[in-house]
Protein backbone atom coordinates (compact mmCIF):
# COMPACT_ATOMS: atom_id res chain seq x y z
CA UNK A 1 0.00 0.00 0.00
CA UNK A 2 2.87 2.70 0.66
CA UNK A 3 4.75 1.66 -2.33
CA UNK A 4 1.43 2.04 -4.48
CA UNK A 5 0.89 5.40 -2.56
CA UNK A 6 3.96 7.36 -3.25
CA UNK A 7 3.85 5.90 -7.04
CA UNK A 8 0.84 7.67 -7.70
CA UNK A 9 2.05 11.05 -5.43
CA UNK A 10 4.85 11.51 -8.62
CA UNK A 11 3.22 9.69 -11.61
CA UNK A 12 -0.28 9.70 -13.33
CA UNK A 13 -2.48 6.17 -12.64
CA UNK A 14 -1.57 5.08 -15.88
CA UNK A 15 1.97 5.27 -15.76
CA UNK A 16 3.85 2.01 -16.08
CA UNK A 17 5.54 2.41 -12.59
CA UNK A 18 2.55 3.20 -11.23
CA UNK A 19 0.31 0.94 -12.73
CA UNK A 20 2.58 -1.42 -11.78
CA UNK A 21 2.86 -0.99 -8.08
CA UNK A 22 -1.35 -0.90 -8.36
CA UNK A 23 -1.17 -4.44 -9.75
CA UNK A 24 1.03 -5.53 -6.99
CA UNK A 25 -1.01 -4.12 -4.27
CA UNK A 26 -4.28 -5.70 -6.18
CA UNK A 27 -2.46 -9.24 -6.17
CA UNK A 28 -1.60 -9.22 -2.33
CA UNK A 29 -5.12 -7.98 -1.39
CA UNK A 30 -6.34 -10.91 -3.29
CA UNK A 31 -3.87 -13.41 -1.00
CA UNK A 32 -4.78 -11.64 2.15
CA UNK A 33 -8.44 -11.69 1.81
CA UNK A 34 -8.43 -15.67 0.24
CA UNK A 35 -9.55 -16.59 3.92
CA UNK A 36 -12.09 -14.03 4.37
CA UNK A 37 -12.11 -9.96 5.39
CA UNK A 38 -8.73 -8.48 6.79
CA UNK A 39 -8.60 -5.73 9.95
CA UNK A 40 -5.84 -3.48 10.06
CA UNK A 41 -6.05 -1.51 13.44
CA UNK A 42 -4.62 2.17 12.66
CA UNK A 43 -2.00 3.70 15.21
CA UNK A 44 0.53 7.19 14.72
CA UNK A 45 2.64 5.63 13.41
CA UNK A 46 2.05 2.21 12.39
CA UNK A 47 -1.07 -0.32 11.35
CA UNK A 48 -1.56 -4.00 13.07
CA UNK A 49 -3.06 -6.95 12.33
CA UNK A 50 -4.25 -9.10 15.34
CA UNK A 51 -2.15 -7.15 17.78
CA UNK A 52 0.67 -8.11 15.67
CA UNK A 53 2.27 -4.81 13.89
CA UNK A 54 2.78 -5.18 10.08
CA UNK A 55 4.10 -1.98 9.01
CA UNK A 56 5.41 0.88 11.17
CA UNK A 57 7.03 3.85 9.95
CA UNK A 58 8.51 7.32 11.32
CA UNK A 59 7.50 9.26 8.18
CA UNK A 60 4.50 11.31 10.05
CA UNK A 61 3.80 13.49 6.36
CA UNK A 62 3.80 10.71 4.09
CA UNK A 63 3.10 7.04 6.15
CA UNK A 64 -0.33 5.92 5.32
CA UNK A 65 -0.76 5.21 9.50
CA UNK A 66 -0.43 9.05 10.10
CA UNK A 67 -2.75 10.26 7.13
CA UNK A 68 -5.13 7.76 8.77
CA UNK A 69 -4.91 8.05 12.28
CA UNK A 70 -4.74 12.01 11.60
CA UNK A 71 -8.37 11.99 9.92
CA UNK A 72 -9.80 9.83 12.94
CA UNK A 73 -9.67 6.73 11.23
CA UNK A 74 -9.14 3.62 13.59
CA UNK A 75 -9.80 0.90 11.58
CA UNK A 76 -9.61 -0.15 8.43
CA UNK A 77 -11.54 -3.62 7.15
CA UNK A 78 -11.29 -4.97 3.36
CA UNK A 79 -14.06 -7.59 2.48
CA UNK A 80 -13.05 -10.23 0.02
CA UNK A 81 -13.90 -9.09 -3.46
CA UNK A 82 -12.17 -5.80 -3.35
CA UNK A 83 -10.44 -5.45 -6.65
CA UNK A 84 -7.67 -3.40 -8.56
CA UNK A 85 -10.18 -0.65 -9.55
CA UNK A 86 -11.06 -0.41 -5.35
CA UNK A 87 -7.73 -0.41 -4.21
CA UNK A 88 -6.86 2.20 -6.51
CA UNK A 89 -9.50 4.28 -5.43
CA UNK A 90 -8.36 3.89 -1.86
CA UNK A 91 -5.01 4.76 -2.90
CA UNK A 92 -6.03 7.99 -4.48
CA UNK A 93 -8.37 8.65 -2.01
CA UNK A 94 -5.17 8.74 0.42
CA UNK A 95 -3.07 11.02 -1.86
CA UNK A 96 -6.24 13.45 -2.50
CA UNK A 97 -6.45 13.86 1.27
CA UNK A 98 -2.63 15.09 1.43
CA UNK A 99 -3.17 17.79 -1.57
CA UNK A 100 -6.01 19.42 -0.83
CA UNK A 101 -6.40 22.13 2.47
CA UNK A 102 -7.00 19.75 5.44
CA UNK A 103 -8.91 22.67 7.35
CA UNK A 104 -11.13 22.19 4.40
CA UNK A 105 -11.39 18.86 3.69
CA UNK A 106 -10.61 14.92 5.45
CA UNK A 107 -10.10 11.30 4.01
CA UNK A 108 -12.99 10.12 5.75
CA UNK A 109 -15.67 12.54 3.58
CA UNK A 110 -13.45 11.47 0.43
CA UNK A 111 -13.81 7.72 1.44
CA UNK A 112 -17.08 8.79 1.93
CA UNK A 113 -17.52 10.18 -1.70
CA UNK A 114 -16.09 7.59 -3.40
CA UNK A 115 -18.09 4.48 -1.53
CA UNK A 116 -15.97 1.66 -1.50
CA UNK A 117 -18.19 -1.28 -0.99
CA UNK A 118 -15.65 -3.59 0.00
CA UNK A 119 -14.12 -1.34 2.17
CA UNK A 120 -15.48 -0.71 5.60
CA UNK A 121 -13.25 2.27 8.20
CA UNK A 122 -14.10 3.12 11.59
CA UNK A 123 -13.67 6.92 12.66
CA UNK A 124 -12.94 8.09 16.21
CA UNK A 125 -16.06 8.77 17.98
CA UNK A 126 -16.26 12.49 19.09
CA UNK A 127 -19.03 11.63 22.04
CA UNK A 128 -16.28 9.55 23.88
CA UNK A 129 -14.67 13.13 24.43
CA UNK A 130 -11.31 12.62 23.19
CA UNK A 131 -10.94 9.05 24.56
CA UNK A 132 -10.36 7.95 20.61
CA UNK A 133 -7.69 5.63 20.91
CA UNK A 134 -8.09 1.83 20.04
CA UNK A 135 -7.82 1.32 23.68
CA UNK A 136 -10.57 3.60 25.10
CA UNK A 137 -12.47 2.07 22.59
CA UNK A 138 -11.77 -1.99 23.30
CA UNK A 139 -12.62 -0.47 27.36
CA UNK A 140 -15.91 0.72 26.33
CA UNK A 141 -17.00 -2.37 24.20
CA UNK A 142 -15.79 -4.83 27.12
CA UNK A 143 -18.46 -2.62 29.44
CA UNK A 144 -20.77 -3.01 26.81
CA UNK A 145 -20.55 -6.58 26.49
CA UNK A 146 -20.42 -7.09 30.33
CA UNK A 147 -23.64 -5.77 30.82
CA UNK A 148 -24.74 -7.60 27.75
CA UNK A 149 -23.72 -11.06 29.75
CA UNK A 150 -24.95 -9.76 32.61
CA UNK A 151 -28.82 -9.22 31.32
CA UNK A 152 -28.18 -12.62 29.13
CA UNK A 153 -27.74 -14.28 32.48
CA UNK A 154 -30.79 -12.75 33.76
CA UNK A 155 -32.49 -13.96 30.74
CA UNK A 156 -31.59 -17.75 31.55
CA UNK A 157 -32.33 -17.84 35.08
CA UNK A 158 -35.57 -20.36 35.20
CA UNK A 159 -38.75 -19.88 37.72
CA UNK A 160 -38.57 -21.44 40.48
CA UNK A 161 -41.08 -24.80 41.49
CA UNK A 162 -43.74 -24.01 41.76
CA UNK A 163 -43.85 -25.03 45.75
CA UNK A 164 -40.41 -23.10 46.10
CA UNK A 165 -41.22 -20.78 48.22
CA UNK A 166 -43.84 -23.29 50.27
CA UNK A 167 -40.53 -25.35 50.97
CA UNK A 168 -38.70 -22.29 51.88
CA UNK A 169 -41.04 -21.63 54.10
CA UNK A 170 -40.98 -25.06 56.12
CA UNK A 171 -37.25 -25.13 55.90
CA UNK A 172 -36.80 -28.30 53.25
CA UNK A 173 -34.17 -27.79 50.86
CA UNK A 174 -36.81 -27.68 47.92
CA UNK A 175 -36.02 -28.02 44.34
CA UNK A 176 -32.68 -27.32 42.89
CA UNK A 177 -33.06 -23.87 40.81
CA UNK A 178 -31.29 -24.71 37.14
CA UNK A 179 -29.60 -21.11 36.44
CA UNK A 180 -28.90 -22.08 32.48
CA UNK A 181 -27.55 -25.09 29.90
CA UNK A 182 -25.05 -23.85 27.68
CA UNK A 183 -25.97 -25.30 24.41
CA UNK A 184 -22.72 -26.87 21.96
CA UNK A 185 -22.35 -25.01 19.01
CA UNK A 186 -22.73 -28.22 16.66
CA UNK A 187 -26.10 -28.40 18.06
CA UNK A 188 -27.86 -24.87 16.97
CA UNK A 189 -26.18 -25.64 13.93
CA UNK A 190 -28.41 -28.68 13.73
CA UNK A 191 -31.47 -27.03 15.05
CA UNK A 192 -31.11 -24.25 12.46
CA UNK A 193 -30.61 -26.81 9.37
CA UNK A 194 -33.81 -28.77 10.41
CA UNK A 195 -36.15 -25.68 11.07
CA UNK A 196 -34.88 -23.95 7.55
CA UNK A 197 -37.17 -26.41 5.29
CA UNK A 198 -40.14 -25.04 7.49
CA UNK A 199 -38.74 -21.09 5.62
CA UNK A 200 -40.02 -22.23 2.81
CA UNK A 201 -43.95 -22.47 3.65
CA UNK A 202 -44.00 -18.95 3.50
CA UNK A 203 -42.41 -19.26 -0.05
CA UNK A 204 -44.88 -22.38 -0.98
CA UNK A 205 -47.79 -19.84 0.91
CA UNK A 206 -46.93 -17.22 -1.88
CA UNK A 207 -47.29 -19.58 -4.68
CA UNK A 208 -50.76 -21.10 -3.51
CA UNK A 209 -51.93 -17.32 -3.16
CA UNK A 210 -50.56 -16.20 -6.66
CA UNK A 211 -52.07 -19.29 -8.34
CA UNK A 212 -55.33 -18.59 -6.84
CA UNK A 213 -55.58 -14.96 -7.98
CA UNK A 214 -54.69 -16.01 -11.29
CA UNK A 215 -57.33 -18.96 -11.13
CA UNK A 216 -59.92 -17.73 -9.40
CA UNK A 217 -63.52 -17.89 -10.22
CA UNK A 218 -64.94 -15.07 -8.85
CA UNK A 219 -63.85 -11.62 -7.80
CA UNK A 220 -64.25 -12.46 -3.71
CA UNK A 221 -61.85 -15.38 -4.00
CA UNK A 222 -59.75 -13.00 -5.84
CA UNK A 223 -60.14 -10.10 -3.25
CA UNK A 224 -59.37 -12.87 -0.48
CA UNK A 225 -56.18 -13.91 -2.32
CA UNK A 226 -54.91 -10.66 -3.10
CA UNK A 227 -55.55 -9.61 0.84
CA UNK A 228 -53.86 -12.64 1.52
CA UNK A 229 -50.68 -11.51 -0.58
CA UNK A 230 -50.83 -7.72 1.10
CA UNK A 231 -50.60 -9.33 4.19
CA UNK A 232 -48.01 -11.89 3.68
CA UNK A 233 -45.76 -9.44 2.17
CA UNK A 234 -46.47 -6.78 4.96
CA UNK A 235 -45.37 -9.59 6.84
CA UNK A 236 -42.17 -9.91 4.94
CA UNK A 237 -41.08 -6.30 5.25
CA UNK A 238 -41.92 -6.62 9.17
CA UNK A 239 -39.74 -9.73 9.70
CA UNK A 240 -36.92 -8.03 7.31
CA UNK A 241 -37.01 -11.31 5.03
CA UNK A 242 -36.36 -8.94 2.29
CA UNK A 243 -34.92 -11.72 0.34
CA UNK A 244 -37.77 -13.94 -0.06
CA UNK A 245 -40.31 -10.42 -0.03
CA UNK A 246 -38.44 -9.15 -3.23
CA UNK A 247 -38.98 -13.08 -4.88
CA UNK A 248 -42.52 -12.98 -4.09
CA UNK A 249 -42.93 -9.00 -5.25
CA UNK A 250 -41.03 -10.15 -8.48
CA UNK A 251 -43.55 -12.94 -9.02
CA UNK A 252 -46.17 -11.02 -8.10
CA UNK A 253 -45.47 -8.25 -10.50
CA UNK A 254 -45.40 -10.64 -13.06
CA UNK A 255 -48.39 -12.69 -12.84
CA UNK A 256 -50.17 -8.68 -12.23
CA UNK A 257 -49.44 -8.40 -16.05
CA UNK A 258 -51.46 -11.77 -16.97
CA UNK A 259 -54.89 -10.56 -14.54
CA UNK A 260 -56.46 -8.25 -16.96
CA UNK A 261 -59.53 -6.40 -15.51
CA UNK A 262 -58.39 -7.79 -11.91
CA UNK A 263 -54.49 -6.29 -12.27
CA UNK A 264 -55.67 -3.87 -9.91
CA UNK A 265 -56.23 -5.67 -6.90
CA UNK A 266 -52.40 -6.35 -6.93
CA UNK A 267 -51.81 -2.72 -6.74
CA UNK A 268 -52.78 -2.78 -2.61
CA UNK A 269 -49.83 -5.25 -2.40
CA UNK A 270 -47.19 -2.87 -3.40
CA UNK A 271 -49.24 -0.02 -2.05
CA UNK A 272 -48.78 -1.98 1.29
CA UNK A 273 -44.51 -1.96 1.08
CA UNK A 274 -44.92 1.96 1.26
CA UNK A 275 -44.58 1.72 5.20
CA UNK A 276 -41.83 4.30 6.19
CA UNK A 277 -41.06 3.39 9.53
CA UNK A 278 -40.59 -0.03 8.71
CA UNK A 279 -38.72 1.07 6.13
CA UNK A 280 -36.54 3.16 7.91
CA UNK A 281 -36.20 0.39 10.16
CA UNK A 282 -34.60 -2.02 7.32
CA UNK A 283 -31.93 1.32 6.37
CA UNK A 284 -30.56 2.40 10.03
CA UNK A 285 -29.72 -1.29 10.27
CA UNK A 286 -27.27 -1.34 7.17
CA UNK A 287 -24.41 0.33 9.43
CA UNK A 288 -23.78 -2.51 11.14
CA UNK A 289 -25.07 -5.40 8.49
CA UNK A 290 -23.04 -7.44 6.05
CA UNK A 291 -23.11 -6.34 2.49
CA UNK A 292 -25.31 -8.53 1.27
CA UNK A 293 -27.52 -7.24 3.39
CA UNK A 294 -27.90 -3.57 1.67
CA UNK A 295 -27.71 -5.45 -1.82
CA UNK A 296 -31.22 -7.16 -0.58
CA UNK A 297 -32.90 -3.88 0.36
CA UNK A 298 -31.77 -2.29 -2.85
CA UNK A 299 -33.15 -5.43 -4.98
CA UNK A 300 -36.59 -4.46 -3.10
CA UNK A 301 -37.19 -0.69 -3.01
CA UNK A 302 -36.12 -0.95 -6.96
CA UNK A 303 -39.25 -3.48 -7.38
CA UNK A 304 -41.29 -0.40 -5.87
CA UNK A 305 -39.88 1.77 -8.51
CA UNK A 306 -41.54 5.11 -8.78
CA UNK A 307 -44.57 4.40 -6.53
CA UNK A 308 -41.52 5.11 -3.78
CA UNK A 309 -39.94 8.13 -5.07
CA UNK A 310 -41.87 10.27 -2.77
CA UNK A 311 -41.48 8.00 0.17
CA UNK A 312 -37.80 7.56 -0.46
CA UNK A 313 -36.74 11.01 -0.51
CA UNK A 314 -38.18 11.46 2.51
CA UNK A 315 -36.26 8.99 4.50
CA UNK A 316 -33.15 10.73 2.55
CA UNK A 317 -34.04 14.44 3.76
CA UNK A 318 -33.92 12.55 7.50
CA UNK A 319 -31.44 10.05 6.86
CA UNK A 320 -28.44 10.55 8.86
CA UNK A 321 -26.85 6.88 8.28
CA UNK A 322 -23.98 6.73 5.91
CA UNK A 323 -25.34 2.78 4.41
CA UNK A 324 -28.95 4.28 4.14
CA UNK A 325 -28.06 7.24 2.40
CA UNK A 326 -25.85 5.22 -0.25
CA UNK A 327 -28.34 2.77 -0.59
CA UNK A 328 -31.17 5.44 -1.71
CA UNK A 329 -29.14 7.11 -3.76
CA UNK A 330 -28.56 3.81 -5.67
CA UNK A 331 -32.61 3.75 -5.64
CA UNK A 332 -33.20 7.19 -6.73
CA UNK A 333 -30.19 7.10 -9.21
CA UNK A 334 -31.38 3.89 -11.30
CA UNK A 335 -33.33 3.92 -14.75
CA UNK A 336 -34.52 7.34 -15.54
CA UNK A 337 -34.07 8.86 -12.22
CA UNK A 338 -36.75 9.94 -9.79
CA UNK A 339 -38.76 13.23 -10.81
CA UNK A 340 -37.21 16.66 -10.49
CA UNK A 341 -40.38 17.71 -8.66
CA UNK A 342 -39.85 15.96 -5.98
CA UNK A 343 -36.50 17.09 -5.60
CA UNK A 344 -36.57 20.89 -6.27
CA UNK A 345 -38.86 21.63 -3.34
CA UNK A 346 -35.92 20.92 -0.69
CA UNK A 347 -33.04 22.50 -2.34
CA UNK A 348 -33.56 25.33 0.14
CA UNK A 349 -33.08 22.99 3.46
CA UNK A 350 -30.56 24.70 5.77
CA UNK A 351 -29.23 21.25 6.58
CA UNK A 352 -25.87 21.12 3.72
CA UNK A 353 -25.73 16.89 3.75
CA UNK A 354 -29.60 17.43 2.38
CA UNK A 355 -28.72 19.71 0.03
CA UNK A 356 -25.72 17.92 -1.30
CA UNK A 357 -27.58 14.99 -1.56
CA UNK A 358 -30.29 16.42 -3.71
CA UNK A 359 -27.54 18.18 -5.85
CA UNK A 360 -25.98 14.84 -6.39
CA UNK A 361 -29.79 13.15 -7.96
CA UNK A 362 -30.01 16.06 -9.67
CA UNK A 363 -26.67 15.59 -11.80
CA UNK A 364 -26.83 12.25 -12.18
CA UNK A 365 -30.46 13.13 -13.92
CA UNK A 366 -28.47 14.71 -16.81
CA UNK A 367 -31.02 16.76 -17.44
CA UNK A 368 -30.76 20.44 -18.65
CA UNK A 369 -33.93 21.68 -16.81
CA UNK A 370 -32.51 21.15 -13.79
CA UNK A 371 -29.35 23.64 -14.64
CA UNK A 372 -31.21 26.98 -12.75
CA UNK A 373 -32.09 24.70 -9.74
CA UNK A 374 -28.16 23.78 -9.47
CA UNK A 375 -26.81 27.24 -10.19
CA UNK A 376 -27.52 28.31 -6.43
CA UNK A 377 -25.85 25.34 -5.01
CA UNK A 378 -22.29 26.80 -6.58
CA UNK A 379 -23.27 29.60 -4.23
CA UNK A 380 -24.16 27.51 -1.33
CA UNK A 381 -21.78 28.72 1.97
CA UNK A 382 -21.03 25.13 2.83
CA UNK A 383 -17.98 24.15 0.38
CA UNK A 384 -19.02 20.39 0.21
CA UNK A 385 -22.42 21.34 -1.16
CA UNK A 386 -20.29 23.75 -3.70
CA UNK A 387 -18.07 20.59 -4.42
CA UNK A 388 -21.03 18.05 -5.58
CA UNK A 389 -22.52 21.29 -7.31
CA UNK A 390 -19.27 21.44 -9.21
CA UNK A 391 -19.99 18.11 -10.16
CA UNK A 392 -23.27 17.96 -11.23
CA UNK A 393 -22.97 20.90 -13.33
CA UNK A 394 -19.76 19.31 -14.81
CA UNK A 395 -21.98 16.32 -15.28
CA UNK A 396 -24.40 17.98 -18.02
CA UNK A 397 -21.90 18.31 -20.37
CA UNK A 398 -22.88 21.43 -22.01
CA UNK A 399 -21.57 24.39 -23.17
CA UNK A 400 -23.40 26.37 -20.96
CA UNK A 401 -21.56 24.85 -17.72
CA UNK A 402 -18.19 26.53 -18.59
CA UNK A 403 -18.98 30.08 -17.32
CA UNK A 404 -20.77 28.71 -14.31
CA UNK A 405 -17.55 26.23 -13.38
CA UNK A 406 -15.18 29.02 -14.16
CA UNK A 407 -16.69 31.44 -11.62
CA UNK A 408 -15.35 28.98 -9.25
CA UNK A 409 -11.96 28.91 -10.40
CA UNK A 410 -11.41 31.89 -7.55
CA UNK A 411 -13.50 29.98 -5.08
CA UNK A 412 -12.19 30.44 -1.31
CA UNK A 413 -11.76 26.59 -1.03
CA UNK A 414 -8.83 24.89 -2.51
CA UNK A 415 -10.73 21.46 -2.46
CA UNK A 416 -13.53 23.02 -4.63
CA UNK A 417 -11.49 24.22 -6.88
CA UNK A 418 -9.42 21.28 -7.69
CA UNK A 419 -13.19 19.81 -8.60
CA UNK A 420 -13.52 22.32 -10.77
CA UNK A 421 -10.27 22.33 -12.71
CA UNK A 422 -11.46 18.54 -13.05
CA UNK A 423 -14.55 19.05 -14.30
CA UNK A 424 -13.99 21.80 -16.44
CA UNK A 425 -11.32 19.57 -18.34
CA UNK A 426 -14.27 17.40 -19.30
CA UNK A 427 -15.97 19.70 -20.96
CA UNK A 428 -12.58 20.21 -23.56
CA UNK A 429 -13.24 23.56 -25.24
CA UNK A 430 -10.99 26.36 -26.42
CA UNK A 431 -12.38 28.55 -23.45
CA UNK A 432 -11.78 25.92 -20.98
CA UNK A 433 -8.00 26.19 -22.14
CA UNK A 434 -7.92 30.19 -22.22
CA UNK A 435 -9.35 30.10 -18.49
CA UNK A 436 -6.67 27.17 -17.54
CA UNK A 437 -3.84 29.59 -19.08
CA UNK A 438 -4.89 32.35 -17.06
CA UNK A 439 -4.72 30.16 -13.78
CA UNK A 440 -1.51 28.92 -14.38
CA UNK A 441 0.17 32.09 -15.12
CA UNK A 442 -1.66 33.92 -12.20
CA UNK A 443 1.29 35.34 -9.80
CA UNK A 444 -0.25 33.53 -6.93
CA UNK A 445 0.04 30.07 -8.93
CA UNK A 446 3.07 28.56 -7.20
CA UNK A 447 2.08 29.50 -3.71
CA UNK A 448 -0.82 27.16 -4.39
CA UNK A 449 -1.66 23.58 -3.09
CA UNK A 450 0.42 20.71 -4.57
CA UNK A 451 -3.12 19.33 -5.30
CA UNK A 452 -4.31 22.68 -7.22
CA UNK A 453 -1.33 23.25 -8.81
CA UNK A 454 -1.21 19.14 -9.75
CA UNK A 455 -4.82 19.13 -11.38
CA UNK A 456 -4.73 22.94 -13.37
CA UNK A 457 -1.40 21.23 -14.74
CA UNK A 458 -2.90 17.28 -15.55
CA UNK A 459 -5.87 19.07 -16.85
CA UNK A 460 -3.68 21.61 -18.92
CA UNK A 461 -1.61 18.44 -20.20
CA UNK A 462 -5.26 16.61 -21.46
CA UNK A 463 -6.20 20.03 -23.41
CA UNK A 464 -3.37 21.94 -24.40
CA UNK A 465 -1.58 22.15 -27.64
CA UNK A 466 1.66 23.87 -28.47
CA UNK A 467 0.17 27.51 -27.14
CA UNK A 468 0.91 26.23 -23.58
CA UNK A 469 4.44 25.46 -24.37
CA UNK A 470 6.24 28.50 -23.80
CA UNK A 471 4.32 28.99 -20.20
CA UNK A 472 5.45 25.60 -19.33
CA UNK A 473 9.17 25.78 -20.59
CA UNK A 474 8.91 28.93 -18.27
CA UNK A 475 7.90 26.89 -15.47
CA UNK A 476 10.35 24.10 -15.52
CA UNK A 477 13.35 26.45 -15.61
CA UNK A 478 12.38 27.37 -11.99
CA UNK A 479 13.10 31.08 -11.83
CA UNK A 480 10.06 33.67 -11.71
CA UNK A 481 11.05 37.20 -10.44
CA UNK A 482 14.13 36.18 -9.51
CA UNK A 483 12.57 33.93 -7.50
CA UNK A 484 13.13 30.10 -7.63
CA UNK A 485 9.90 28.13 -8.45
CA UNK A 486 9.31 24.84 -6.12
CA UNK A 487 10.52 22.02 -7.19
CA UNK A 488 6.99 20.45 -7.47
CA UNK A 489 5.61 23.20 -10.04
CA UNK A 490 8.96 22.26 -12.26
CA UNK A 491 8.26 18.63 -12.03
CA UNK A 492 4.56 19.43 -12.59
CA UNK A 493 5.40 21.51 -15.85
CA UNK A 494 7.75 18.41 -17.22
CA UNK A 495 4.87 15.72 -16.79
CA UNK A 496 2.54 18.28 -18.66
CA UNK A 497 4.92 18.42 -21.40
CA UNK A 498 5.24 14.82 -21.71
CA UNK A 499 1.28 14.55 -21.66
CA UNK A 500 1.33 17.57 -24.59
CA UNK A 501 4.00 15.41 -26.74
CA UNK A 502 3.90 17.98 -29.36
CA UNK A 503 7.63 18.43 -31.66
CA UNK A 504 8.26 21.58 -29.52
CA UNK A 505 6.96 20.41 -26.10
CA UNK A 506 9.68 17.26 -26.94
CA UNK A 507 11.88 20.14 -27.95
CA UNK A 508 11.45 21.50 -24.11
CA UNK A 509 12.01 18.08 -22.83
CA UNK A 510 15.17 17.27 -24.51
CA UNK A 511 16.72 20.95 -22.76
CA UNK A 512 15.90 19.63 -19.63
CA UNK A 513 17.75 16.61 -19.95
CA UNK A 514 20.51 18.82 -19.92
CA UNK A 515 19.34 20.26 -16.28
CA UNK A 516 21.97 20.43 -13.36
CA UNK A 517 19.03 19.06 -11.01
CA UNK A 518 18.53 15.09 -10.80
CA UNK A 519 14.91 15.36 -10.22
CA UNK A 520 14.56 17.31 -12.87
CA UNK A 521 16.23 14.99 -15.48
CA UNK A 522 14.37 12.19 -14.11
CA UNK A 523 11.08 13.83 -14.79
CA UNK A 524 12.26 14.91 -18.16
CA UNK A 525 12.86 11.09 -19.49
CA UNK A 526 9.78 10.63 -18.10
CA UNK A 527 8.00 13.18 -20.08
CA UNK A 528 9.70 12.19 -23.18
CA UNK A 529 8.79 8.72 -22.89
CA UNK A 530 5.04 9.72 -22.78
CA UNK A 531 5.57 11.91 -25.65
CA UNK A 532 7.16 8.74 -27.60
CA UNK A 533 4.38 6.38 -26.42
CA UNK A 534 1.62 9.08 -27.48
CA UNK A 535 3.50 9.20 -30.90
CA UNK A 536 3.74 6.04 -31.44
CA UNK A 537 0.26 5.12 -30.23
CA UNK A 538 -1.21 7.51 -33.06
CA UNK A 539 0.49 6.33 -35.49
Known sequence: MQKAYRAIRFYPPDHPLASHCLDELAGAFDRALADGTLRLAVFENSLTCEDEPVFTTDD???????????????????????????????????????????????????????????????VADPLLEGETSTDGLRQLASQLQGKLEDEKRARLVQAPHADLTESLELGSPGPEVLVGTVVPEEELIQLERELEPEQHILEEFGIVLLETLANANSDEDSIVAARGLEDLASSLLEWGDLARLTRLLEETAAMQRTLGERAGLVDSVFEGMLDKEKIRASLDSLDAAEPERREELTAFLLILRERAHHLLIELLIESGVKQSRHALLDVLTAGAGVSMELVVPHLGDPRWYVVRNLVYLLGRMKDPRAMPHLEPALAHPDERVRKEAARSVGAMGESSSVPLLAALLNDPSPAVRVIVVRQLGRLRSTEVLSRLLLQVRARDFSTRSEGEIDALLDTLGQLGDDSAVPLLDELWRGRSFFRSRPLHVRLFALRTLGQIGTASARKSLSRALRSSDNAVRRQARRGLWEANRQEAASQ
Do not use: C, M
Open 60 to 122: LREGIPFILFRDGIRSLTFRTGLGRDEAAELIEALGQAQEVDKADHDLVTILWERNLPHLEYQ
